[in-house]
């Protein structure tokens, strides 16, 4: 028994106090708790909580990944093909170390986000953590920075122990590419075998081991002979707009290629389109001449290759066929849809042409030429380029309007040191026992990443290449196109592949130069799994880890596969159920819609792209020595945006939820 | 000490929702409460019916769904009111992965405690709760209940709180630790601090609470001082030593001529806890 009425109210509430309701309004708002979060914020506290998660992650025993992920690089470096130091470009085993330390960050940066939060939910630990001063905004960010640091301590400590191993394994290769020297210069002396000197690379190694720098760069692309200067006319080009003749030597690594992009797909008739080809007799036609007086029988035996780089890629189709003889040869262009013909489906088409047996076929700019519907609607090439594929000898190049083009792609500006970059070129005077005076060659440096342009005209020599000094100024690195060609209009120049070599600058001292790299690389690949980390933070704040976990690699899957997709519809165009959107108009919307939903996505996933330098390290390239936060495109900035921007919506996603259940 | 109520409900209403928002259970139903500093005040009910809940809105982990709540005069979800609490769940919610060392060193960071006052901070706590020096460094996850419970009670009182919330105290304590944790409220309260428990065994919130509320449903049904709730008013108890069995008699006599009905005379008997308490030698043998 009481003494007491049962009541409702423990205590009476203080007289003059606003309405409950209102009070509530007003201080537990979610924006005045997200206020005082960031106002009251505590570095202190923060940091505490991020020395918990490191703690918690250490005593999971995460760190014994670095040993077992240490001991697959040894063991996949082991049983795998050796490095060979005169073929590989890298050694094999900087390229497993990247592949292992790469995938140990990024299973761990999503073990690891998701698991921290959901574990503290599961074991109401966050109990005893929210009911102290510590805010949600402390609470997020301090698992995510320990995330971080963990990262780092995994990602770094292995490619510490990589780094030895490379040392160890460096000086046996060093020994290796010594020995060898050393037999081919004993078997030089001895002229018992015929031999030729050790390369200079095998001789760089035996110097500098397989970190050193590379120097001397050899084209990227074949020797491609072009009409000079090379340009890719918007229309087609008129009659009275045809420039000069090329002329096929009738070897059939002598090759005429015309080039094709976006015909109208709607346009096409397929059973009735055409590609036309016309090829001019090796002399002009005189009074009283019949065409078969032009171009005799036997003469007229050509081999035409059509290739398709569209969306729908068929075999490619390859035919030895017979022009007639008016010179003209009219191609079907096969109906698209049966499974293994070739036919055009969208994006880029060549035509290739060379002569079987037939010497001196003229080709221009407008030989050929595609009839759409059989009819009118004629399309004209994009432009003619003549290629030799090998060149066991040398090709010549006649008059003004041909040149021989070398390309240098992908030259990374860590590469080219700060000084004493050369272009050697070597070129020739066909059939003359001494260079003519007046003879001269012109080079034509075009740096195609900046759009810089150098002229050079020099005496061809018998003795020896002409060195042409490059400064950073001439190349910054990217892609450098080097034209050749004779600057006399009735004399010829010879030239070959090996005709133009680049050698860039030496950066320094290359094991150190390596050192650098590999810190950027190890950095750079630290930074993509503090990316997929911050997602996966964000993700544990609303769901459970196993959920989060999947969402997040999820993610990751589709962030790569991103960068491909959009690439692949600027390239192709759209394709809606097996079919192509058809009409310029409707496939112009189609792609923009893409670019629409797509540059969305883009901002919002993650472009681990940005942070690959996978590519600098396995080419053996070098860097400029101080350099290490000098990582490319930014990732620095990118990676702390995003991991920051993810960091807050997981804060805001965690505050607005209830720990408690 | 200033004259905030250390915590007070204002038409206080918890529904538990499912995924879609949909209501599933009322947890509570409009509650009022005052707790006023320098009390100890009991949580009293059944399963179900509200305790934890309350105590949940009143540290931030739940939400209202209306009403209003706060906590020594800031609302609850304001994070600066835990600078003044101290808070030990109904289970020793921590780190299992940390040493009892470790775990008081993470709390008193969180309260900006660094150097030697943290260390000298973390040594008092792990005093008061009678931990040794073996177990202060051995994981959490090789405490025993009643030892957990323990380092719970120090990491409540890591910041010297004003306001203590104690979900159970003494479960899984034996009854010396029970006595203690007895001892440390009744001494929490001498010091001035604020104890609001909530707990099943109702002998331990009758020796040290002054008030105690009983919920019933999610709703208050009595609340109160202790005493005042508890006293009989209509019969006399009467208590005397060395008293021989004719005096016992007469007193009987007595009261019937003066009227007196359901007159029963016995010896008292000591409580269970007492006579533990007397044989292990933690107290001596006193009936209550």
């Known amino acids: ?661 | 000490m200033d004259h905030v109520a250390a915590a007070e409900t204002h038409d206080l209403v918890k529904i538990y929702t499912d995924f879609w928002g949909r209501p599933r259970v009322r947890a509570l139903a409009g509650l009022n409460l005052t707790i006023n500093q320098g009390e100890i005040f009991g949580l009293l009910g059944p399963n179900g019916s509200g305790k934890t809940t309350t105590i949940k809105l009143l540290l931030g982990l739940l939400r209202p769904t209306r009403g209003d709540v706060r906590v020594l005069g800031r609302p609850a979800l304001d994070v600066r009111k835990n600078r003044d609490i101290g808070y030990l769940p109904e289970e020793s919610y921590l780190y299992r992965f940390l040493s009892g060392e470790e775990t008081l060193r993470f709390y008193g960071r969180l309260f900006g405690l660094r150097g030697r006052d943290l260390e000298r901070r973390v040594g008092e706590l792990l005093d008061l709760v009678r931990l040794d020096r073996r177990a202060r460094k051995r994981a959490l996850k090789e405490y025993s209940k009643g030892m957990s419970r323990r380092i719970g009670l120090a990491q409540a009182l890591i910041n010297n709180p004003r306001f203590v919330l104690l979900d159970e105290p003494t479960t899984g304590l034996d009854p010396i630790g029970t006595r203690e944790i007895k001892d440390l409220i009744l001494e929490m309260k001498a010091q001035g601090r604020t104890v609001l428990m909530s707990s099943h065994l109702l002998a331990d919130v009758e020796d040290v609470c002054d008030r105690i509320a009983i919920l019933v449903r999610g709703e208050l049904k009595e609340c109160g001082n202790v005493r005042d709730l508890l006293l009989v008013r209509d019969i006399l108890q009467l208590r005397a030593r060395n008293v021989g069995a004719d005096v016992g008699r007469d007193v009987e006599k007595l009261l019937a001529d003066r009227g007196a009905t359901d007159i029963q005379l016995s010896h008292p008997r000591m409580t269970l806890e007492s006579l533990f308490l007397h044989v292990t030698g933690d107290e001596p043998q006193t009936p209550k």
Not at chain 1, 395 to 405: E, N
Not at chain 1, 466 to 492: M, Q
Not at chain 1, 559 to 567: E, R
Request: hydrophobic fraction near 45%; include cysteine.
């Open chain 1, 1 to 661: 028994m009481t003494d007491k009425p049962p009541s409702n109210t423990g205590s009476p509430t203080s007289p003059g106090k606003p309405p409950a309701r209102k009070r509530a309004r007003r201080s537990q708002g979610f924006l005045g708790v997200v206020l005082g979060d960031v106002r009251h914020f505590s570095a202190g506290r923060t940091l505490a909580v991020a020395r918990l998660a490191v703690k918690e992650a250490l005593r999971l025993k995460v760190l014994g990944v670095v040993l077992l992920g240490f001991a697959a690089i040894v063991l996949a470096d082991l049983t795998t093909r050796r490095f060979d130091p005169v073929f590989d470009t890298a050694p094999s085993m900087i390229r497993i170390a990247e592949l292992v330390i790469m995938i140990v960050g990024l299973v761990l940066a999503v073990f690891l986000s998701t698991f921290s939060l959901p574990r503290e939910m599961a074991s109401r630990t966050i109990y005893s953590l929210v009911t102290k001063p510590v805010s949600r905004l402390e609470i997020v960010l301090g698992k995510a920075a320990g995330v971080v640091v963990v990262l780092a301590i995994v990602t770094f400590g292995l490619g510490v122990l990589s780094w030895g191993y490379f040392q160890w394994r460096g000086r046996q290769v060093q020994q290796l590419a010594a020995a060898r020297c050393q037999q081919m210069q004993k078997a030089s002396e001895s002229a018992s075998l015929p031999t030729d000197a050790p390369p200079a690379g095998l001789e760089a190694i035996a110097d500098h081991g397989p970190f050193r720098a590379a120097r001397y760069v050899m084209p990227s692309d074949p020797l491609a002979i072009v009409t000079f200067p090379p340009q890719t006319p918007a229309r087609p080009l008129k009659a009275r707009e045809r420039r000069g003749l090329e002329w096929l030597t009738g070897a059939p690594d002598h090759t005429a290629h015309w080039g094709f992009e976006n015909l109208p797909l709607d346009e096409i008739d397929f059973g009735k389109a055409r590609i036309v080809l016309s090829v001019v007799p090796p002399a002009t036609q005189r009074d009283g001449q019949t065409p078969e007086d032009m171009l005799p029988e036997g003469h007229r035996d050509v081999l035409v290759r059509l290739h398709f780089e569209g969306l729908y890629v068929r075999p490619d189709w390859s035919v030895a066929l017979t022009l007639g003889a008016d010179g003209r040869l009219e191609v079907p262009i096969p109906a698209r849809g049966a499974p293994d013909a070739p036919g055009y489906g969208g994006g880029r088409f060549w035509v290739s042409m060379c002569g079987a047996e037939t010497p001196r076929l003229g080709v221009g700019d407008t030989s050929c030429t595609i009839l759409l519907s059989g009819g009118d609607a004629v399309r004209s090439a994009s432009g003619l380029i003549l290629t030799t594929t090998s060149s066991p000898g040398r090709y010549w190049i006649a008059g003004p309007l041909l040149a021989g083009r070398y390309r240098f792609r992908d030259i990374l500006p860590h590469r080219i040191g700060p000084d004493g970059s050369v272009l050697q070129v070597r070129v020739g005077v066909p059939g003359a026992s001494s260079i003519p005076p007046e003879a001269r060659a012109r080079v034509m440096v075009v740096d195609e990443t900046s759009g810089a342009r150098r002229d050079v005209t020099f005496r061809p020599e018998k003795r020896g290449p002409a060195v042409i000094p490059l400064s950073r100024d001439d190349f910054g690195g990217g892609t450098l196109a080097v034209y050749v060609k004779s600057d006399h209009p009735a004399l010829e120049v010879s030239v070959a592949d090996e005709s133009v070599q680049l050698e860039l600058a030496p950066v320094g001292d290359a094991a150190r130069a390596f050192a650098t790299n590999w810190l950027k690389d190890l950095t750079m690949m630290w930074l993509a799994a503090c990316v997929l980390a911050g997602i996966g933070v964000l993700a544990s704040t609303w769901a459970g880890w196993q959920v989060a976990a999947l969402l997040t690699a999820v993610l990751f899957i589709v962030a790569n596969a991103w960068t491909a997709i959009i690439s692949n519809v600027e390239r192709y165009g759209v394709s809606l159920s097996g079919r192509t959107v058809r009409g310029a108009a409707g496939q112009q919307v189609a792609v923009f819609m893409y670019r629409v939903v797509f540059g969305l996505l883009g901002i919002l996933l993650p472009n681990f792209d940005r942070m690959d330098y996978g590519d600098v390290v396995a080419r053996g390239v070098s860097a400029p020595v101080g350099g290490l936060l000098a990582v490319p495109e930014g990732a620095l900035w990118y990676a702390l945006v995003y991991v920051g921007a993810t960091v807050v919506l997981g804060y805001l996603s965690f505050s607005a939820r209830e720990v408690a259940r």
